[in-house]
């Protein structure tokens, strides 16, 4: 029975007419050359083919009509110019002609190439696409295309909702699941070149001989896949290993100590990544302990790995005293000073809002603000604040605002996407990474529709151009049925599921409504955790006179952060953009918004829309019933259930405790019990 576990990877068995056609474009695979890189991008095909038609092609030497051709230039020395421009991870797939034969042509600078053109020709054939008259060409703008685990060595997972973690710690090096395989799989079929293996709270132990025994396994498995492997590193880690009496950047044993851990680490694995490092955030410890910046410690750390090609990721996620007016301004100000201090190997990660993974969030301020260092893109793709594993919202809109919000860093058209792929500021060390929602769980993500996020995160992050309905439609064709009956309502419930979620949990701007700790759930009213910026009331600040954070001169400051031309803009709560008004405003009650209605109205009629939206996605998902297996269909009928239970908890709870300051009616019409 469908489960969920082979994800975009299912080839499911087509109709007739359908089998013919894709064996007419696949009669045999013409692949010269040999490299574990080669064979798997010629089994996925063979595997794909089988899966689709029933007949897997054979491996020819000789060309024949309809044969799928695999080339380098190395293999193929006449495919001039073919491959130009494509890296060394991109591909162009053509129908062409071979001495009077018609074939198809995967052409690509490497084997790595040649299997993500297969992996895109499979999905062709998958979501129902015509074969004819091929003509793509793709290769990635964004350098490196990582998932962050957050995986602890004891199986646990950090914001993970899909069971224990993946790694086996305990079984490897020795046993390799076959899991890890098909997790390569899915990966270098969505272009992830990267795959950080432990939680950023990261724990010394994953530096020790053994575990990096265990890494050294797993790079072994994705390496023929282009997926390298990177370890979050613990920043006290030589005093806790080792006994040093310091962790001080700039303390020669410490930075000896690294270097040493640094080659040890190179012998097991030749082509690891490098580090990723969140430090003096939430506890954890880092270079400011000793009175050193960001940059420092980075930089110690980078100096350690350069020698083998390794970068340091270092997270500008913190917050802490130091701002105690407002969290939102921490990063920017603790990282924009050191705009190039920064070693060469060394990348800044930014999650893509100034607070936390928020259901929406106005792009991060650091994003075209700190030139001459290269940042990359932190996205959560585990939903720790919309509803986990079972609410069904849908990333894709999410990644996209953030990639598609404009910085004005250089004027208009500067935009996030532009920041991080390295063409606004001319940088060559790019990168994205997606916190991931994988774990244990038979179907990897906790839910069968939480596999469309991290397929959508794989997707953008090759392409960041690809528009996220585009996305869902190649995703829900490939998990459920090309049948546009299916794919239809599908993508419909889809595109507008984050807006409702939106809806019912963070309106107009608002942020961290969710209860403290677990963020499932409401919790407005909440005010008595220790630190200030922990309570729900800190984001609000509603009172009986109005509700809304005061990022203006006139509050925090904050906008002050971003560009002119846009801070101009923000600092009018008539020129800033509703989605984002209680972000940067604190405004009355009776605040007038663009629909004429007044801000309670308003508050009030998005609560209401929020579980209406989740209503439409269970009546569009029980008319699928005859379309889908009766596993997928239950998981998803069942999630959807406690979807609009909780869409209605959120509204009625956050309605009520606001109604209980505003002192204001219900607007005509609203169903929430007044
Ligand atoms: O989103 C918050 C989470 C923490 C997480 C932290 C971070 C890994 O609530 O669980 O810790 O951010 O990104 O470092």
Redesign the pocket.
Known sequence: AEDGYDLWLRYARTDEARSADLAAHATIIVAPGASPTLNVAIAELQRGLAGMTGVAPALSGTMRQGALWLATPASAPALPGETAGLGGEGYAIRSIEVDGKAVTLIAANSDLGLLHGACHWLRLAQSGASLDRLDIRSAPKIRLRLLNH?DNLNGTV??GYAGQSIWDWWRLPDWKAPRYTDYARANAAIGINGTVLN???AKADSLTAPYIAKAAALADLFRPYGIKVYLSVRWTAPMELDGLRTADPRDPAVAGWWRAKADEIYRAIPDFGGFLV?AN??GQPGPQDYKRTHADGANMLAAALKPHGGIVMW?A?VYAHDNPDDRAKQAYADFRPLDGQFADNVIVQV?NGAI??QPREPFHPLFGAMPKTPLMMEF?ITK?YLGQSTHLTYLGPLFKEALDSDTFAKGAGSTVAKVIDGSLDGHRLTGIAG?ANIGADRDWSGSIFNQADWYAFGRLAWDTSLSAEAIAREWAAMTFSPDPKVVEPIVGMMMGSREAAVDYMTPLGLAHMMDTGH?YGPGPWVSDLARPEWNPVYYHRADADGIGFDRTDSGSGAIGQYAPAIATRLANPHTTPERHLLWFHHLPWDYRLASGETLWDGLVRRYDRGPAYVAGMQTLWASLKPHIDARRFAQTEAFLTIQHREALWWRDASIAYFQSLAHRPLPAGSPAPA
């Open positions: 957050w950090e914001r939680n950023v709270n969140k955030s939430e997270r996620f999650k936390d993974f959560q720790e916190v963020h």
